[in-house]
């Protein structure tokens, strides 16, 4: 399927240039997406962050030059692009648990990560409840925050922002501004550039924006819906990961780069355990 040539043609470029410089433009541009979505994917896919897989790609292969050859452990560390050792000997230790120069003894434990291969994987897992909608533009007022390119570091950083919002109550503040579709407090990230990038905690509305808060207006688009029972049921990632997997290879429809949108039912200002939804724009393949 062509989504899985453009993403295995991405990791053979990597695999290629292990011992180069990597860019992750040239990465996305042979994916054909964006910087940011290449990583958003492939973290969502793989399970593990485009730079750390690198790492490890790289890694496995220093043991086995510093196992299988008399190369001196500089050597090795340049090789890979580390023109400094402590740097070298800090991400061989972070794989490996032990240093390079200690992978040279016979009989010492290393960790291989092996190449990515992607494929389809048939196999009797839960169903997917969707439903296609069309929606024109529309405004949220809310909260929001900056984010970064490192996904892991927003996997982090956004949880907290919720907490937050939850303990100082902003989120009773937001629900209360509500006054249009889709019902509900959502979570929108919102990508233009690797140095704008937030995720905003807002709901649908046409009032005055309050002090201390913003507005951001949703292009119209259509989305594919995704209906979670249970806000815990399912996390985010698990559904995204369902998207790119299952969704995408089989619908005729690609990830359209939009803001996404996770929309939580709330009770008493805090989430509740009932129906929520996450909302990824899409749109239809080329011929």
């Not at 209360?176 to 995720?199: A, E, F, H, M």
Request: hydrophobic share 35%.
């Amino acid at each position: 399927m062509e989504w899985l040539k453009k993403i295995s043609a991405a990791i053979d470029y990597i695999e290629n240039n292990l011992q180069n410089d990597i860019s992750f433009d040239e990465v996305a541009r042979i994916a054909c997406c964006s910087t940011y979505y290449f990583q958003r994917i492939f973290s969502y896919i793989s399970g593990v962050s485009l730079s750390e897989y690198i790492r490890r790609r790289r890694m496995t292969q220093a043991a086995f030059d510093l196992q299988r050859t008399d190369s001196k452990v500089i050597d090795v560390a340049l090789k890979y692009g580390y023109s400094s050792p402590t740097s070298f000997n800090r991400a061989f230790q972070s794989v490996h648990g032990i240093t390079p120069l200690s992978a040279k003894y016979k009989g010492c434990t290393l960790c291989v990560y092996p190449s990515i291969q992607f494929s389809i994987k048939v196999s009797g897992g839960n169903v997917m409840s969707y439903h296609i909608e069309e929606k024109q533009s529309f405004r949220i007022v809310g909260i929001r925050t900056p984010l970064v390119e490192d996904l892991e570091e927003n996997m982090k950083n956004v949880p907290a922002f919720w907490k937050q919002a939850i303990q100082d109550d902003t989120i009773s503040e937001i629900f209360n501004l509500s006054n249009g579709k889709p019902d509900g407090v959502l979570g929108v990230t919102v990508y233009n550039n690797p140095q704008d990038i937030y995720y905003y905690i807002g709901t649908a509305s046409d009032t005055p924006v309050p002090q201390g808060m913003v507005e951001f207006t949703i292009p119209a688009a259509t989305w594919v819906v995704f209906e979670n029972d249970g806000i815990f049921k399912e996390d985010i990632q698990s559904i995204f990961q369902r998207f790119l997997t299952e969704f995408i290879p089989f619908s005729g429809y690609e990830y359209a780069e939009l803001p996404d949108i996770e929309l939580y039912p709330i009770c008493k200002g805090k989430p509740t355990n009932g129906h929520s939804e996450v909302w990824i724009a899409i749109k239809e393949k080329e011929k």
